[in-house]
Protein backbone atom coordinates (compact mmCIF):
# COMPACT_ATOMS: atom_id res chain seq x y z
CA UNK A 1 0.00 0.00 0.00
CA UNK A 2 2.06 3.43 -0.66
CA UNK A 3 1.68 5.89 2.03
CA UNK A 4 1.96 9.78 0.85
CA UNK A 5 3.33 12.04 3.72
CA UNK A 6 2.43 15.94 3.06
CA UNK A 7 4.21 18.70 5.68
CA UNK A 8 5.04 22.05 5.11
CA UNK A 9 1.94 23.66 5.87
CA UNK A 10 1.33 26.37 8.47
CA UNK A 11 -0.33 30.15 9.30
CA UNK A 12 1.24 32.51 7.06
CA UNK A 13 0.07 35.95 6.51
CA UNK A 14 -1.37 37.18 3.21
CA UNK A 15 1.44 37.74 0.48
CA UNK A 16 3.75 35.05 2.27
CA UNK A 17 5.28 31.89 0.80
CA UNK A 18 5.26 28.29 1.87
CA UNK A 19 7.11 25.02 0.42
CA UNK A 20 4.91 21.87 0.87
CA UNK A 21 6.40 18.46 0.43
CA UNK A 22 4.96 15.41 -0.64
CA UNK A 23 6.95 11.58 -0.12
CA UNK A 24 5.74 8.94 -1.57
CA UNK A 25 6.31 5.47 -0.80
CA UNK A 26 5.81 3.80 -3.97
CA UNK A 27 9.48 2.49 -6.06
CA UNK A 28 7.90 3.50 -9.38
CA UNK A 29 6.95 7.24 -8.36
CA UNK A 30 8.64 8.50 -11.38
CA UNK A 31 6.29 6.97 -14.04
CA UNK A 32 3.24 8.73 -12.29
CA UNK A 33 1.96 11.83 -12.99
CA UNK A 34 1.60 13.49 -9.64
CA UNK A 35 -0.74 16.63 -8.53
CA UNK A 36 -1.51 18.57 -5.53
CA UNK A 37 -5.01 19.18 -4.34
CA UNK A 38 -6.68 21.09 -2.27
CA UNK A 39 -10.04 21.21 -0.06
CA UNK A 40 -10.95 24.32 1.40
CA UNK A 41 -13.66 23.82 4.50
CA UNK A 42 -17.16 23.48 3.17
CA UNK A 43 -16.09 22.55 -0.50
CA UNK A 44 -14.87 19.93 -2.39
CA UNK A 45 -11.38 18.77 -3.30
CA UNK A 46 -9.80 20.21 -6.68
CA UNK A 47 -6.43 19.94 -8.23
CA UNK A 48 -4.44 22.40 -7.90
CA UNK A 49 -1.37 22.14 -10.27
CA UNK A 50 0.06 18.47 -11.71
CA UNK A 51 3.35 17.52 -13.08
CA UNK A 52 3.98 14.48 -15.53
CA UNK A 53 6.67 12.24 -15.33
CA UNK A 54 8.13 14.57 -17.92
CA UNK A 55 7.86 17.44 -15.66
CA UNK A 56 5.36 19.06 -17.92
CA UNK A 57 3.26 21.08 -15.23
CA UNK A 58 -0.36 22.19 -15.34
CA UNK A 59 -2.20 24.74 -13.05
CA UNK A 60 -5.66 25.91 -11.88
CA UNK A 61 -6.09 29.25 -13.39
CA UNK A 62 -6.43 30.25 -9.63
CA UNK A 63 -2.62 30.11 -8.67
CA UNK A 64 -1.19 30.35 -12.23
CA UNK A 65 1.63 32.67 -11.50
CA UNK A 66 1.52 32.38 -7.99
CA UNK A 67 2.36 28.46 -7.27
CA UNK A 68 5.02 26.04 -8.64
CA UNK A 69 5.48 22.52 -8.55
CA UNK A 70 8.58 19.76 -8.84
CA UNK A 71 9.47 16.82 -8.16
CA UNK A 72 12.33 14.28 -7.16
CA UNK A 73 12.42 11.25 -8.66
CA UNK A 74 15.02 10.07 -6.79
CA UNK A 75 13.61 11.61 -3.44
CA UNK A 76 9.82 10.01 -4.46
CA UNK A 77 9.22 13.56 -3.37
CA UNK A 78 7.08 16.40 -5.11
CA UNK A 79 7.38 20.02 -3.58
CA UNK A 80 4.67 22.93 -3.80
CA UNK A 81 6.25 26.12 -3.77
CA UNK A 82 3.54 29.12 -2.90
CA UNK A 83 3.87 32.32 -3.38
CA UNK A 84 1.58 35.59 -3.04
CA UNK A 85 -0.77 33.51 -0.96
CA UNK A 86 -4.28 34.88 -0.24
CA UNK A 87 -7.01 33.83 2.16
CA UNK A 88 -8.49 32.18 -0.32
CA UNK A 89 -5.77 29.48 -0.24
CA UNK A 90 -6.65 28.53 2.96
CA UNK A 91 -7.16 24.83 2.79
CA UNK A 92 -5.97 21.37 3.59
CA UNK A 93 -3.50 20.68 0.69
CA UNK A 94 -3.19 16.95 -0.52
CA UNK A 95 -0.98 14.93 -3.03
CA UNK A 96 -1.44 12.18 -5.00
CA UNK A 97 -1.62 10.57 -8.75
CA UNK A 98 -3.43 12.01 -11.37
CA UNK A 99 -6.25 10.92 -11.35
CA UNK A 100 -5.78 10.00 -7.82
CA UNK A 101 -4.70 6.61 -7.46
CA UNK A 102 -3.70 5.50 -3.94
CA UNK A 103 -5.50 6.58 -0.18
CA UNK A 104 -4.89 10.21 0.56
CA UNK A 105 -2.77 11.26 3.17
CA UNK A 106 -3.39 13.34 6.31
CA UNK A 107 -2.91 16.41 4.14
CA UNK A 108 -1.42 19.33 5.72
CA UNK A 109 -2.95 22.81 6.65
CA UNK A 110 -2.44 26.07 5.20
CA UNK A 111 -3.84 28.74 6.98
CA UNK A 112 -3.16 32.21 5.51
CA UNK A 113 -4.53 35.38 7.54
CA UNK A 114 -3.45 38.32 9.12
Known amino acids: QVQLVESGGGLVQPGGSLRLSCAAS????????MAWYRQAPGKERELVLS???????NSADSVKGRFAISRDNAEKTVYLQMNNLKPEDTAVYYC????????WGQGTQVTVSS
Open 51 to 57: ISSGGGT
Open 26 to 33: TSIFSTYT
Open 96 to 103: NAVPPKWA
